[in-house]
């Protein structure tokens, strides 16, 4: 049986991003940065127009640093873009106000955190040609209060009720079962650790190309639902054993120590309230039906 949740309680309410230009923080050594080896990279990153790289496509393989597929939305104001990045949840719908693409429709996808902070947004890769840096996007933010009627041990997280209903959560002897398609160890969880686990985003480190091999990881795609073994993010990420997190891939691959696939957690919960069962396809495409 489905669980039920506190859907009518919800408050939906509009957040507003722009958005943003790719960008690089002022440190002496960019616009360079170090893979984990030491090389010298220069690759595409955080924000902007992504034109060729959407969800359901593979997060590894591409010559960039963890970048964003679709769109990146963010305020210059630090104070409204916490609440932007707070309140949108994934699956919240996005429409375009501004520009030659006014009147576009999309879904938020994911979020990124610490440095950048942007709220990632998918829309149709033919749409995205008539966007511009700067076009204003409004998203009908709904999810933040979200709580299962009889688990409220179980923390929602920039989760919405569109997706969560999707995702067909069920309940098995006092835990609830979540779809995933693979499972990811503690020790292989990088950056975003000791961060909030309200925005933003936390990394799948990849330098370690042999273990993520042995366990089927380099196979994930932009949008795939997975788990985090003993970790806790019921505030800050952290290790803890027998928590689960539940996330979803909202970036790609990157070459820098600790990084990798960053993603966007929807729920934890300690003491084994969560049960990960895997499938062998859980991803936002076909959840959310997200046109190409």
Not at 32 to 54: E, K
Not at 174 to 191: D, N, S, T, Y
Not at 195 to 217: P, Y
């Amino acid at each position: 049986m489905s669980v039920s949740f506190n859907e009518d309680k919800l408050v939906m309410v509009s957040v507003m991003g722009q958005i943003v230009h790719p960008s690089f923080p002022g440190l002496p050594a960019e616009p360079y940065r170090f893979a984990a080896d030491g090389t010298g990279f220069l690759l595409p990153t955080y924000g902007g127009i992504v034109y060729n790289v959407s969800v359901g496509d593979s997060a590894f393989g591409w010559m960039a640093d963890c970048i964003h597929p679709g769109v990146s939305v963010s305020l210059p104001a630090d104070t409204s873009n916490r609440g932007l990045n707070t309140f949108a949840c994934v699956g919240n719908d996005a429409m375009v106000m501004t520009g030659e693409g006014k009147g576009t429709r999309g879904v938020v996808t994911g979020k990124s955190g610490r440095f950048s902070e942007q709220v990632i947004v998918h829309f149709p890769e033919e749409a995205r040609k008539k966007f511009a840096v700067g076009d204003k996007i409004v998203i009908r933010s709904c999810g933040v209060g979200m709580a299962f009627d009889a688990y409220p041990e179980i923390y929602m997280k920039s989760l919405s009720p569109q997706l969560l209903k999707a995702l067909d959560v069920t309940e098995k002897e006092e835990r609830v079962q979540v779809p995933v398609v693979a499972k990811i160890p503690a020790h292989l969880v990088g950056a975003g650790a000791g961060l909030t686990s309200e925005g933003g985003s936390i990394h799948l480190q990849t330098t370690d190309r042999a273990e993520i091999a042995s366990l089927g990881l380099d196979k994930l795609r932009l949008g795939d639902v997975v788990a985090l073994e003993d970790y806790d993010s019921r505030y800050q990420h952290g290790y803890l054993r027998e928590a689960v997190g539940i996330a979803v891939i909202g970036q790609t691959d990157g070459p820098r120590a600790g990084y990798g696939p960053g993603m966007t957690l929807l729920m934890t919960a300690i003491k084994g309230r969560i049960e990960p069962v895997l499938e062998k396809s859980v991803n936002l495409v076909d959840l959310l039906g997200i046109e190409a």
